[in-house]
């Protein structure tokens, strides 16, 4: 019903903002990581929005980008997974975090989420995992030595193996939030090639 609304936000509510368009405040249910906050009194933003209705309310869910509003959709398909539940993934993370997990089938990192317990990760990897190429790991990342914490670069190079390769694996884990003490006796230990970036990761996750 609604692609996004633009507006001026009026006020900050549990879970959300009221956010004033055209003389009209709608309350919008946003993700808000912990420790963050996206939006300000005042401020005029482009939110845009997943209207969910069920048999007792209507809701406006939303997001700072049509992605995460793809995002969100492919989470409430799944099932045992509401919006309530989708909110509370993506405020346990961000969404390249979110697609790294998946994509790892890092069940742990999911069930951070406030509500999703281990059989409600497993189950929202099995349905989604498929939904995101493997490849799309390398969009989640940054593939560059340059954003690695200071002296990681150096680190990655594993024997003869490609340095590059490895810093990407490196870079995957400090986006799930591993610090670079935990990263680097890890990928000195992981094997000089492997078939894909995401089979070096899921190892890496084990030895972590």
Same mark, same amino acid.
């Given at each position: 019903?609604?692609?996004?609304?633009?507006?001026?936000?009026?006020?900050?509510?549990?879970?959300?903002? /009221?956010?004033?368009?055209?003389?009209?405040?709608?309350?919008?249910?946003?993700?808000?990581?912990?420790?963050?906050?996206?939006?300000?009194?005042?401020?005029?933003? !482009?939110?845009?929005?997943?209207?969910?209705?069920?048999?007792?309310?209507?809701?406006?869910?939303?997001?700072?980008?049509?992605?995460? /509003?793809?995002?969100?959709?492919?989470?409430?398909?799944?099932?045992?997974?509401?919006?309530?539940?989708?909110?509370?993934?993506?405020?346990?993370?961000?969404?390249?975090?979110?697609?790294?997990?998946?994509?790892?089938?890092?069940?742990?990192?999911?069930?951070?989420? %406030?509500?999703?317990? !281990?059989?409600?990760?497993?189950?929202?990897?099995?349905?989604?995992?498929?939904?995101?190429?493997?490849?799309?790991?390398?969009?989640?990342?940054?593939?560059? %030595?340059?954003?690695?914490?200071?002296?990681?670069?150096?680190?990655?190079?594993?024997?003869?193996?490609?340095?590059?390769?490895?810093?990407?694996?490196?870079?995957?884990?400090?986006?799930?939030?591993?610090?670079?003490?935990?990263?680097?006796? /890890?990928?000195?230990? &992981?094997?000089?090639?492997?078939?894909? &970036?995401?089979?070096?990761?899921?190892?890496?996750?084990? &030895? &972590?």
């Amino acid at each position: 019903m609604y692609a996004y609304i633009k507006g001026e936000i009026t006020g900050l509510a549990e879970e959300g903002v /009221v956010l004033e368009c055209g003389g009209i405040g709608y309350h919008i249910q946003v993700p808000v990581p912990p420790g963050r906050s996206y939006f300000e009194i005042g401020e005029e933003v !482009k939110i845009y929005t997943y209207l969910s209705v069920t048999e007792n309310a209507m809701k406006l869910y939303g997001f700072l980008s049509s992605q995460d /509003v793809a995002l969100f959709k492919n989470l409430i398909s799944v099932n045992g997974i509401g919006p309530k539940g989708a909110l509370n993934i993506l405020s346990a993370m961000t969404a390249d975090e979110l697609r790294i997990a998946i994509l790892t089938q890092n069940e742990k990192k999911i069930t951070e989420a %406030n509500g999703i317990g !281990k059989k409600s990760a497993q189950r929202l990897i099995l349905e989604l995992k498929d939904k995101f190429h493997a490849d799309g790991l390398s969009d989640a990342i940054a593939l560059s %030595n340059d954003s690695l914490p200071e002296g990681m670069a150096e680190e990655t190079k594993n024997g003869n193996a490609d340095a590059q390769f490895f810093a990407d694996v490196a870079e995957a884990l400090t986006v799930l939030g591993y610090s670079a003490s935990q990263i680097k006796p /890890v990928i000195k230990q &992981l094997q000089p090639e492997y078939d894909s &970036l995401e089979t070096a990761i899921k190892e890496a996750l084990n &030895l &972590l």
